[in-house]
T-cell receptor, first 115, second 114 residues
Framework: GAVVSQHPSRVICKSGTSVKIECRSL??????MFWYRQFPKQSLMLMAT?????????EQGVEKDKFLINHASLTLSTLTVTSAHPEDSSFYIC???????????FGPGTRLTVT | AQSVTQLDSQVPVFEEAPVELRCNYS??????LFWYVQYPNQGLQLLLK??????LVKGINGFEAEFNKSQTSFHLRKPSVHISDTAEYFC????????????FGAGTILRVKS
């Protein structure tokens, strides 16, 4: 099946720094990618929808200036957590949609720890 | 508003027993339905999906689910579980009138005991 990769899988950063997370669709083109955040023992919360070549659409309550999303190509979307704080520590998951099947393929996730 | 309800946060069951994980969604004209499984410290893996056609859908690892439009349900079942089925299971729905965003349920932790 289709594969979506994320890099890095784990990252630890200091408060106030920025962290970039990459999401790649490895064997298909994804015009739409999604970024989710998962808190411990909770479901996935959609943060934003990333469309190739256009601005991301953010869900209510998600700060677009803090979580910068760039979908520069049909196989790559990036999420940059700017000026990270400990409360941004979480599991970030991306997914890429196959437009022909409406199936979303999920990346393995990135665990961000802000110290 | 569109929502997905998983009534059971945890389901304990003995090995080789049958299991049903419940999922209900908001009534809508057109929906696509999914079940995902998440093992500890891993990403989500698709178990099965319903887009159209037969309302009984078979997925991987012996799981199946039935789309019931009148009851707005998409319950997941397995006739005989294994220890390795211990994981968290998420029901998710695409409400077509709202685009292609997945709306997730809160998840159900399946604990299989020996």
């Amino acid at each position: 099946g289709a594969v979506v990769s994320q890099h890095p899988s784990r990252v630890i950063c200091k408060s106030g720094t920025s962290v970039k997370i990459e999401c790649r669709s490895l064997d298909f083109q994804a015009t739409t990618m999604f970024w989710y955040r998962q808190f411990p023992k909770q479901s996935l919360m959609l943060m934003a929808t990333s469309n190739e070549g256009s601005k991301a659409t953010y869900e209510q309550g998600v700060e677009k200036d803090k979580f910068l999303i760039n979908h520069a190509s049909l196989t790559l979307s990036t999420l940059t957590v700017t000026s990270a704080h400990p409360e941004d520590s979480s599991f970030y998951i991306c997914s890429a949609i196959d437009g022909s099947s409406y199936e979303q393929y999920f990346g393995p996730g990135t665990r961000l720890t802000v110290t | 508003a569109q929502s997905v309800t998983q009534l059971d946060s945890q389901v304990p069951v003995f090995e080789e027993a049958p299991v049903e994980l419940r999922c209900n969604y908001s009534s809508s004209v057109s929906v696509y339905l999914f079940w995902y499984v998440q093992y500890p410290n891993q990403g989500l893996q698709l178990l099965l999906k319903y887009l159209s056609g037969s309302t009984l859908v078979k997925g991987i690892n012996g799981f199946e689910a039935e789309f019931n439009k009148s009851q707005t349900s998409f319950h997941l079942r397995k006739p005989s579980v294994h220890i390795s089925d211990t994981a968290e299971y998420f029901c998710a729905v695409i409400y077509m009138e709202y685009g292609n965003k997945l709306v997730f349920g809160a998840g159900t932790i399946l604990r299989v005991k020996s």
